[in-house]
């Protein structure tokens, strides 16, 4: 699913659970065009007419352009009469028969990327627990965005890591650079790559579009299986590890325990995986101890070291 497609789908579920919460008429909002500093209004929940589709808000211009402007959540009792706002969009607004609004402005890293509104179809305040409720919405559409934005990122660093990891890519100088220090380079490449391999993982179970999902997941097991990495460079089992249950193909890992031992294998403690998996600490532990047993492992460097040669880590 394409990225503006996506967060269309969170944006119109955000104002789905909205109505559904606080039984306001109408609920709809959108997004910032790329590049305009306007918000297009795309999804639509509970309206009677098309007057609102595609109408492109201006910061600073009616409600949701303050909201934008100022940053912050802004509400009026009566639309067409208040003082409070400019009056640009009166018309859009009244053929919809709207008189009660409030906009919320989704932010993300201090950045407005769009706006949610929930309208009543008569002049009366709109209570504390409705703003809360449209507060709430707007922060699960900010999360949403945050974490895809997050993955995006990622994605795009785990490809270049791989262009660098393969010995043919283009662009991939590590091979190429040269006798002295070439190693040393190397050994920076893999580390960035198994970085970014274990902050794919955490991320996975946040990531609601299934995808971005799979092709995340996709990406982790590219890197896991990219040349350079134990099982690929065909490197010897050092004294004292893992014995032959870790041979590829020989060992089926549950994702859970490949996301706790992706942790380990990085430096994480037990509490430390467990914070940035979602976990308690005592249910990484026993993740661990069952990954370990399968990869035929006695500690936790053996277990990252036997996961790498099954080509389950990078």
């Not at 009543?120 to 809360?132: E, H, K, M, N």
């Not at 991320?203 to 890197?223: G, H, K, Q, S, W």
Request: charged residues 20%.
């Amino acid at each position: 699913m394409a990225t503006g497609a996506a967060d269309a789908v969170e944006m119109r579920g955000a104002l789905m659970r909205l109505r559904r919460e606080t039984g306001l008429a109408v609920a709809f909002g959108g997004l910032v065009e790329p590049g305009r500093a306007q918000v297009r209004i795309s999804e639509l929940n509970g309206t009677t007419t098309a007057a609102l589709s595609a109408l492109a808000v201006s910061s600073g211009n009616g409600l949701g352009g303050k909201a934008v402007a100022l940053v912050r959540p802004c509400a009026v009792s009566d639309y067409s009469s208040s003082r409070r706002i400019s009056h640009e969009y009166d018309v859009a607004v009244a053929a919809e028969g709207l008189r009660s609004v409030l906009a919320v402005p989704v932010v993300v890293r201090r950045r407005v990327r769009g706006v949610l509104y929930g309208a009543l179809r008569s002049a009366q305040p709109l209570g504390d627990r409705t703003l809360s409720a449209a507060v709430e919405a707007a922060r699960d559409v900010e999360q949403s965005l945050a974490v895809r934005d997050e993955v995006d990122g990622l994605l795009a660093a785990a490809r270049g890591l791989c262009g660098h990891a393969h010995p043919g890519a283009p662009g991939g100088s590590v091979r190429h650079a040269g006798a002295q220090g070439a190693q040393g380079a190397e050994g920076m490449v893999w580390e960035r790559l198994r970085e970014a391999h274990g902050a794919l993982r955490a991320l996975a179970p946040r990531v609601v579009d299934p995808a971005l999902r799979a092709e995340l997941l996709a990406v982790c097991e590219t890197l896991a299986a990219s040349p350079g990495s134990a099982r690929s460079a065909g490197s010897e089992r050092p004294p004292g590890s893992a014995g032959p249950a870790c041979q590829a193909g020989q060992v089926r890992l549950t994702p859970r325990e490949l996301d706790v031992l992706t942790c380990v294998a990085v430096g994480a403690t037990n509490a430390a995986a467990g914070e940035r998996l979602g976990l308690r600490a005592e249910t990484v532990k026993a993740y661990l101890r069952s990954a370990m047993r399968k990869l035929g492992a006695h500690t936790r460097l053996e277990a990252v070291v036997a996961a790498r040669r099954a080509g389950l880590l990078p």
